[in-house]
């Protein structure tokens, strides 16, 4: 390999790195959501964080307000007995500005009523702009667009 | 960095590699079931392990008895020209005990019939914990939930 | 651990390595190809790589012939208000002939008709064998089967 190509190599190394990081987070984080868990989800984000969901005109920001919105969402799927799974997949990371770093994906949103099947709900494009805080990857914006309201 | 950031940081480093090596594991071990290759999918849990599948009162163990349910599943999907797809995903790993890993996950069944569409079959959540053999990780008990039954 | 174990482990790392890339990969091509950049999609083929898609009797061969088949496909969903998403999964990789690397997957497509929910449209299977050019991975062969077809 030239030295140029050795270049690429190590910077594709550490960029392979973060994404397996990112990836695991998603595991994490979204498990916490799926699971009613909306203070610890929440705590997925930086204090400040803002979630631009497609169903919403304004970002939520903050803790409080993000937590605030996943227990209600959780509490209304439970009313109906419905379970929803976010399923993040084809993520691919780059760097961005500050030293942030920029994770763009799919997601699925697999949704499952007590009894029945499971049925495709949301296939959906996810952009996040991640943070590290004390070693810890956090969200800091997200914005989430479904593919049904292109 | 702090140093406890530095640490945090060198031990999510282990993790992430453990978490890429069981990804590598569940996509190998997929697709044996799904090929119908029923020993070589018994041979990758330990020669006791277990499995709970949610269809079942009681979990199958030893991998004869784990090749044999194999083994009888994929036969009566071929009867009916059908094709299961077991696809893992939103892994997160973290320490068990003894020196064990324990890997959560989501999977999705797909279920195809000749000359038709794809079918999403169930939702599931896969508990799993590996134990190191000889360098490789091997299922020494596998816990799976249908949320469609939660 | 024995001698045997460890050099189990190392090439058990390398071959991590690889796949994380590989995954990386995917993600960026399939974003590439589900966005309609078909020139961006044909560059991470070799020059003269070949894909044989389950719909063509003879594989598509070469950078040109790729995007031309890319653009198409994509004017004729945007045509009709149509998204497809490929959503790559259960990849495992392992050594080819001549250093080249070779990589097994399943593969999602996901159909989102505008205004409306999106539907799992087909379910395959991808053998791709890589190479390496200057330091980038690129595809100089894919074959993709439909589970609906077997």
Redesign the interface.
Known sequence: ??T???A??NA??T???D???V??F???Q??LLDSGEADAWAATFTEDGSFAPPSLPEPVRGRAALAEGARKAFAALAAEGD?H?????????RPGEDGSLVA???V?V?A????????????CTCTDVFVRQ???LLVRERVVTR????
């Open positions: 390999m030239t140029l190509a050795n690429n190599a594709n190394a960029v392979d790195r994404r397996a990081e990836e695991h998603y595991a994490r979204m498990t379970t799974r976010h399923w993040v997949g084809m993520v691919a990371v763009e994906s799919y699925q697999v499952v009523r007590a009894g029945a099947g499971p049925r495709l709900h949301l296939m004390e070693g810890e593919d049904d309201r292109r």
